[in-house]
């Protein structure tokens, strides 16, 4: 027995990979979009039997393809070398991280698991025909495809990523619009004309009144649509950054999955096709009019498609085109690379392009959001702590207060990048965190928590003296109305034990410019004439937003203009 353990031990020693990788399951983590993505690999005779995906905070609708396509494949091919799908990268990356972190665990090389997977490719040529065909499978596109439908077109959508949500899903999930009824039971008083005044004025007056009007006064039935639909809000309405008044209506579900999943799931049993991995990139035009549009498949696949009725663009906006933010942009020091994104990597400008291409005039092209709680690493919001303005507040690396946090966005962004390293931390309490988010982000390293003002200052590494003294004057201006800063929205301190803060910084966030329309949402060409059968929606179109778009009046918009384009072009 004992030569028989000594020459078990001397195997081990000699082929440690052998030994181990008789173990069946390794479990493994890596960070994707949300944080830590854990994998759990099985290996059978050397081969990897089966990837299983644990626990992550992953945002539901945007990863979901990375994570069954990703492990699939990485079972079919043995192989970790492999593309990441298309607006899930970051989820794609942390899978193929974690799985050869397992390959190492159990003693085997991740160079036999990396041979290269030749991508499918395809000559083929569709050619397809339908009443309407939007180009965008977002917030607005998505609003007008089931508009459409409603009113008997048949519809057909293409979405260049592997799924739907745009910049929608991505979203803080905030909605503007008056609301008698909810404000009325937070003491908020508020008008349509109010929220138009708010919204020019937000915007310098540069917005072209007669769509802000429309954007304003369609808000209202636009929300009760999507509460016919199922989409649940919360019942009180608060402030969103940059919103300047409390008719924010914050989504159930988090960010703007909820918009996405009340859509597909209004579009379930329709005829409406949504053709994913589809990059429409030419409107085609016949005697004047848009006929229909060519797109390329991400497997090579020619399609052509005819528009009966007429073509919307829904195809949202540029903020994630390094060259073209470069090329507009006039207000901020740079937005070359170095400047994160909140948007998706599908925020190309495409739509834009293909209008300009065929005439389209644009207006406002050189006005581009930042916000203020972007991820300082990825410019997401995760590990952001809340999304309304009455329960935090911004300082900056020396533990003081540096901005009214009610202010216009351009505001707080551009003092946000005059601060030490253009970082600040957002900060709240136990009484404003009446949700889980923070627990979550302080779990997941975003964010840091402390049961003290001291031990959260030293959490954050801000000297305490300076942070408690910020705390005190910021909860004296709550209970006398009156804040150095400007600040107006003061309805909660911050008093309740834990303390959480997380560290924040500017990114990009929307493009205000785009495709000029009317007030039937019809694209406008540079003569100032409507281009038939072409119509536009979201953050795609211009001169709706200003200068400076309030925060909650994007998904507002979607929706209003979205409805209107949807029905215009069937009428």
Same mark, same amino acid.
């Given at each position: 027995? *004992?030569?028989?353990?000594?020459?078990?031990?001397?195997?081990?020693?000699?082929?440690?990979?052998? !030994?181990?990788?008789?173990?069946?399951?390794? %479990?493994?983590?890596?960070?994707?979009?949300?944080?830590?993505?854990?994998?759990?690999?099985?290996?059978?005779?050397? *081969?990897?039997?089966?990837?299983?995906?644990?626990?992550?905070?992953?945002?539901?609708?945007?990863?979901?393809?990375?994570?069954?396509?990703?492990?699939?494949?990485?079972?079919?091919?043995?192989?970790?070398?492999?593309?990441?799908?298309?607006? @899930?990268?970051?989820?794609?990356?942390?899978?193929?991280?974690?799985?050869? !972190?397992?390959?190492?665990? @159990?003693?085997?090389?991740?160079?036999?698991?990396?041979?290269?997977?030749? $991508?499918?490719?395809?000559?083929?040529?569709?050619?397809?025909?339908?009443?309407?065909?939007?180009?965008?499978?977002?917030?607005?596109?998505?609003a007008a495809a089931i508009t459409a439908q409603e009113k008997g077109a048949q519809v057909i959508v293409l979405e260049k990523m592997s799924s739907?949500?745009?910049?929608?899903? +991505?979203?803080?999930?905030?909605?503007?619009?008056?609301?008698?009824?909810?404000?009325?039971?937070?003491?908020?008083?508020?008008?349509?004309? *109010?929220?138009?005044?708010?919204?020019?004025?937000?915007?310098d007056n540069v917005a072209n009144p007669e769509l802000v009007q429309i954007l304003c006064e369609n808000a209202t039935d636009g929300l009760l649509w999507l509460e016919s639909m199922g989409m649940m809000f919360d019942e009180d309405v608060t402030t969103a950054t940059g919103a300047l008044w409390p008719r924010s209506h914050q989504a159930v579900l988090p960010n703007g999955t909820g918009f996405i999943q009340t859509y597909l799931k209004a579009l379930e049993g329709t005829d409406v096709q949504i053709l994913y991995q589809v990059r429409a990139d030419q409107i085609l035009m016949e005697d004047g009019r848009a006929v229909g549009v060519h797109a390329v498949g991400d497997d090579g696949t020619d399609y052509t498609f005819t528009a009966n009725k007429g073509v919307i663009l829904a195809s949202g906006g540029y903020g994630s085109n390094v060259e073209m933010r470069q090329q507009y942009n006039t207000q901020w020091p740079t937005l070359d690379e170095s400047v994160t994104?909140?948007?998706?990597?599908?925020?190309?400008?495409?739509?834009?392009?293909?209008?300009?291409?065929?005439?389209a005039n644009l207006v406002g092209m050189d006005y581009i959001q930042l916000h203020p709680l972007g991820n300082p690493e990825t410019g997401n919001f995760a590990g952001a702590l809340r999304g309304d303005v009455e329960s935090y507040i911004q300082v900056n690396l020396e533990g003081e207060r540096y901005v009214a946090e009610d202010a216009r966005r351009d505001v707080l962004c551009s003092a946000a990048l005059e601060q030490t390293d253009g970082l600040m931390w957002q900060v709240t309490d136990s009484n404003s965190a009446s949700n889980s988010?923070?627990?979550? $982000?302080?779990? +997941?390293?975003?964010?840091?928590?402390?049961?003290t003002l001291e031990e959260l200052a030293q959490a954050m590494?801000?000297?305490?003296?300076?942070?408690? @003294?910020?705390?005190?004057?910021?909860?004296?201006?709550?209970?006398?109305?009156?804040?150095? +800063?400007?600040? %107006?929205? +003061?309805? *909660?301190?911050?008093?309740?034990?834990?303390?959480? !803060? !997380?560290?924040?910084?500017?990114?990009?966030?929307?493009?205000?410019?785009?495709?000029?329309?009317?007030?039937?949402?019809?694209v406008i060409d540079t003569n100032g004439q409507v281009i038939p059968c072409l119509y536009a929606a979201g953050e795609v179109t211009g001169g709706i937003h200003g200068s400076n778009r309030l925060g909650g009046n994007a998904l507002a918009d979607t929706v209003v203009f979205g409805r209107i384009a949807g029905s215009n072009v069937v009428s």
């Open positions: 027995m *004992k030569r028989f353990l000594v020459f078990i031990l001397a195997l081990v020693f000699m082929f440690p990979g052998a !030994a181990l990788a008789q173990q069946d399951s390794y %479990t493994a983590s890596s960070d994707g979009m949300g944080g830590p993505l854990e994998v759990t690999v099985t290996f059978e005779g050397g *081969k990897i039997a089966s990837v299983t995906i644990g626990a992550n905070n992953e945002t539901p609708g945007v990863s979901d393809k990375a994570l069954t396509d990703i492990p699939a494949q990485i079972v079919q091919y043995q192989s970790v070398a492999l593309d990441a799908v298309s607006g @899930a990268t970051l989820s794609s990356n942390a899978i193929i991280n974690a799985v050869k !972190a397992c390959i190492e665990l @159990a003693g085997l090389n991740v160079d036999d698991f990396s041979a290269p997977v030749a $991508a499918v490719t395809s000559d083929a040529q569709v050619e397809m025909t339908a009443d309407v065909v939007v180009i965008g499978a977002g917030g607005a596109g998505l739907a949500g745009g910049n929608t899903i +991505l979203s803080g999930g905030l909605y503007n619009c008056v609301d008698p009824t909810r404000q009325q039971r937070s003491g908020v008083e508020d008008s349509v004309e *109010k929220h138009i005044q708010q919204t020019l004025e937000g915007g994104s909140s948007n998706s990597i599908g925020a190309t400008g495409d739509g834009i392009i293909m209008a300009q291409a065929i005439g988010t923070p627990e979550n $982000a302080v779990s +997941l390293g975003y964010a840091v928590k402390g049961d590494g801000v000297d305490p003296a300076a942070f408690v @003294a910020t705390i005190e004057q910021y909860n004296t201006a709550v209970d006398t109305g009156v804040d150095e +800063l400007g600040r %107006t929205i +003061l309805t *909660k301190k911050i008093e309740v034990a834990p303390f959480y !803060a !997380a560290l924040r910084s500017v990114t990009v966030h929307h493009t205000m410019g785009g495709v000029e329309i009317n007030a039937q949402a019809q």
